[in-house]
C-alpha cells in the first residue's frame, strides 16, 4: 500500500540534521556509470571537488542565489537530478 505523507514538519523535527563531517576534497562521494559512447560502460568515481565545482560553476553561469528554488524534472537516478540536489 502507498502511506501519503500530509504534514512533513513532525517527520522533520523528529529526525534534526546530521552535522556535517569533514571529507577530503580527493574522497570519491559517488560513483557513476558512462554510457559507453566510445566502448563498454565504465565505473566513473566522482570527488567531493569535482561536484563543488559543477554546483559552483551551475550557480554562477545561472545567477542562483539561496532564494532560488529549483524543481527537477529528471528522475534521481539520473546523472543530472543527482546533482541537481547538490544546488
Do not use: N
Not at 33 to 47: A, E, F, N, Q
Not at 49 to 71: G, H, I, K, N
Request: glycine letters at 4%; charged letters at 20%.
Amino acid at each position: 500500500a502507498t502511506e501519503v505523507i500530509g504534514d512533513l514538519a513532525p517527520l522533520i523535527a523528529a529526525h534534526p540534521p546530521l552535522a556535517p563531517s569533514r571529507r577530503s576534497p580527493e574522497e570519491t562521494v559517488v560513483v557513476q556509470y558512462s554510457s559507453g559512447s566510445s566502448g563498454r560502460p565504465k565505473r566513473v568515481p566522482r570527488t567531493h571537488r569535482q561536484l563543488r565545482a559543477e554546483v559552483e560553476a551551475y550557480v554562477t553561469a545561472t545567477e542562483m542565489s539561496a532564494d532560488d528554488t529549483v524543481f527537477c524534472a529528471i528522475p534521481l537516478f539520473h546523472t543530472s537530478a543527482s546533482d541537481a540536489a547538490c544546488w
